[in-house]
């Protein structure tokens, strides 16, 4: 499958359906999308041991890729083929601890597109809706 002949909405049905390999990310961090329409998506997230700061809490980080993952992918997905992008903010606010070994919910919303930037912002949400993250990003459209 030629990755450059398919829409960013066809890229991320093709990583939904599983007939593309997900990016190697979602084995370090493991997520995974569920649902995808052109300017949204949503994921499915589980931290676990392995993503623990000194004190024993989930790292910081762990929010922020899977946010960084979410706002990227909402945008990606309302280009067209052949378009890339890439993160040049993210802004996040943790609001809450995020718990091990429980399913995570992501959604990215695109916010505008123009012709060099995509704006749009994230949640990380534990499965009830309880708000631990939330995120904006902008994205450089790169194109051809």
């Known amino acids: 499958m030629m990755m450059k002949n398919l829409t960013g909405l066809q890229q991320m049905q093709a ?19 569920i649902d995808v329409s052109e300017g949204n ?4 997230a589980f931290a676990n ?9 989930v790292h910081g980080g762990f929010a922020a890729t ?3 993952t979410v706002t990227a ?4 997905s309302a280009l067209p083929a052949g378009v890339s992008y890439s993160t040049i903010d ?21 916010m505008n597109l123009s012709k060099s930037l995509g704006i749009s912002q994230g949640t990380l949400t534990t499965e009830e809706g309880k708000l631990l993250a939330t995120a904006t ?3 450089l459209i790169i194109r051809p």
């Open 90 to 110: 993210l802004n996040i606010k943790m609001v809450r601890p995020v718990p091990q070994n429980t399913r995570l919910v992501a959604k990215g919303n695109l």
């Open 41 to 44: 998506v949503t994921f499915e």
């Open 49 to 57: 041991e392995r993503h623990l700061n000194p004190m024993g809490g």
């Open 73 to 76: 992918c909402a945008v990606h």
């Open 137 to 139: 990003a902008t994205c």
């Open 15 to 33: 990583i939904l359906n599983g007939d593309i390999p997900a990016p190697s990310i979602s084995e370090v961090i493991p997520m995974k999308p």
């Open 66 to 68: 899977v946010l960084d």
